[in-house]
């Protein structure tokens, strides 16, 4: 592997694990972001995001001098490989806003050296990549997608251990050297870069598509008494299908999933071509929370309009404390809606935005066994192992006769059912 001067922009999950992760290998790093506030707290050692691994990361390159963070994009003049890790929300349309892409893309433009590579690892529309070689290329800088497949909570992980590396370029030498920075080892996949732009947006509407699906299935077992766990461990255990993401659930969320499926939507469109799969994998994620509330309107001696209920998991997965696009939050907002009182307990809630749970009007409680007294309704929305470990009992002296729903099948049903709980799993005989 060549030691090379990289360069990140954007120090998020993305940026921030990258810039990480290519210091650790020695190559020198530097991290540019516009916040300068973030760039003060990197360069005092503080992660700012919660991933395992990344603190000491960050503090190895510090102190090993590998890696410094800048507001500053004149840091980045002499870098031999940029790697652009900056947002691309949803704008009203579905489609990915570039805003913040074009503006790096801007900056970099004035900066940059001829002969340096600029990387795309941000999430962009098919087309992207190529506008930006073209606009660059009379400076001499080439352009390659690289798009990124990490999952957050496990982003230093996946980023040592890849399942491929996408390198998306039509210039052999271009692509030499974004392969060399990862140095050998992972399944390398060379392709046109409008392919790779496509391969990102399709592999995470897939995953949806597949959650979606068990989703589905989930309802219907619950209708004709079969277990949705059995059928997906039926299922999973063909590898054609795969085991992973047949998991049942409150709804898929975070800050990708919902934002990427639109935007293919949103490609599909300009281009004439409908996704109906990913069209219905949406449609069964935005009738989820209705599925809650019919399910407590259905089982509460309570009215749910006059109803207490306990939300237990506020992050759109476990291991993270993003609650970004959280299903979670979208069905305690549905509840609210309703006139129900909401009250939200998560282990990371001190790592949480707490601007996020209030507009979804959830009273946030810093303990579980608090935030369940006297709740009609206890409903698990994050699968926290934590949860399973609680003192059930304790909590059915707190919330007599409570309706529990299960949306992540984590509980143990018996233990709830002996302590006098109402327990409703996802997708099992008697559940919902
Ligand atoms: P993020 O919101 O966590 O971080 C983005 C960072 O970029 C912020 O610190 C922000 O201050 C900075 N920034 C914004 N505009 C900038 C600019 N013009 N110049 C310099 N810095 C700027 O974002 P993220 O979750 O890391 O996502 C980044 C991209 O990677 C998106 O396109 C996303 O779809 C994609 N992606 C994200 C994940 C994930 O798990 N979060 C995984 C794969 C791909
Ligand atoms: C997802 C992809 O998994 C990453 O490969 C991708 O890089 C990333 O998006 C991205 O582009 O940002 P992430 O957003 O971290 O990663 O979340 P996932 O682990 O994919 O989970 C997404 C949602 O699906 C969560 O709400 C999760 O609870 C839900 N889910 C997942 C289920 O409900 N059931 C499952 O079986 C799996």
Redesign the pocket.
């Known amino acids: 592997m060549t030691r090379l001067r990289a360069g990140v922009?954007?120090?998020?999950?993305?940026?921030l694990t990258t810039a990480v992760c290519l210091a650790e290998v020695d190559h020198h790093t530097v991290c540019?972001?516009?916040?300068a506030e973030?760039v003060g707290r990197l360069n005092h050692g503080v992660a700012l995001i919660d991933e395992p691994g990344l603190p000491l990361l960050l503090q190895q390159g510090l102190e090993r001098e590998t890696l410094r963070f800048t507001s500053d994009y004149a840091d980045l003049a002499d870098r031999d490989v940029v790697f652009v890790?900056?947002?691309?929300p949803s704008g009203s349309d579905g489609s990915a806003d570039l805003s913040?892409v074009d503006?790096?893309v801007d900056?970099l433009a004035s900066v940059l050296r001829p002969g340096a590579v600029l990387v795309v690892?941000?999430?962009?529309p098919v087309g992207t990549t190529r506008r930006i070689a073209e606009r660059l290329r009379p400076a001499g800088i080439r352009v390659v997608s690289n798009?990124?497949?990490?999952?957050?909570g496990h982003?230093i992980y996946d980023f040592r251990h890849p399942d491929r590396i996408v390198i998306g370029v039509d210039d052999d030498d271009a692509a030499e050297v974004v392969s060399d920075v990862y140095g050998a080892g992972a399944l390398k996949l060379r392709m046109s870069p409008e392919s790779a732009e496509l391969a990102k947006y399709a592999s995470n509407a897939f995953l949806a598509v597949k959650v979606s699906y068990t989703n589905s299935l989930a309802r219907l077992c619950s209708r004709v008494g079969a277990n949705i766990d059995d059928v997906t461990r039926c299922m999973g255990a063909d590898v054609r299908i795969g085991q992973h993401f047949l998991r049942p659930g409150p709804g898929w969320g975070g800050?990708?999933l919902p934002?990427?499926t639109a935007a293919l939507l949103h490609t599909g469109r300009l281009n004439d071509v409908e996704l109906p799969e990913v069209e219905s994998a949406r449609f069964t994620n935005a009738a989820q929370p209705g599925r809650v509330a019919a399910t407590l309107t259905r089982t509460m001696p309570t009215p749910l309009n006059q109803a207490r209920v306990t939300a237990l998991g506020l992050t759109f997965k476990a291991g993270t404390s993003d609650v970004r696009d959280s299903p979670a939050l979208t069905i305690c907002a549905e509840l609210a809606r309703t006139g129900a009182q909401i009250t939200g307990y998560d282990p990371k809630l001190a790592s949480i935005d707490h601007e996020q749970l209030r507009r979804s009007a959830i009273i946030a409680v810093d303990d579980p066994y608090l935030a369940a007294k006297e709740a009609d309704a206890i409903v698990v929305l994050t699968e926290w192992p934590e949860f399973r470990e609680l003192n059930w009992p304790l909590i059915a002296e707190h919330a007599p006769g409570a309706v529990v729903v299960d949306t992540r099948n984590l509980l143990d049903a018996g233990l709830l059912a002996d302590a006098g709980l109402t327990y409703l799993g996802n997708g099992i005989p008697s559940g919902f």
């Open positions: 922009v954007g120090a998020g999950y993305v940026g540019v972001d516009v916040d973030r890790c900056v947002p691309t913040a503006a790096a900056r690892k941000s999430t962009v798009p990124e497949f990490l999952r957050e982003a800050s990708c934002k990427d």
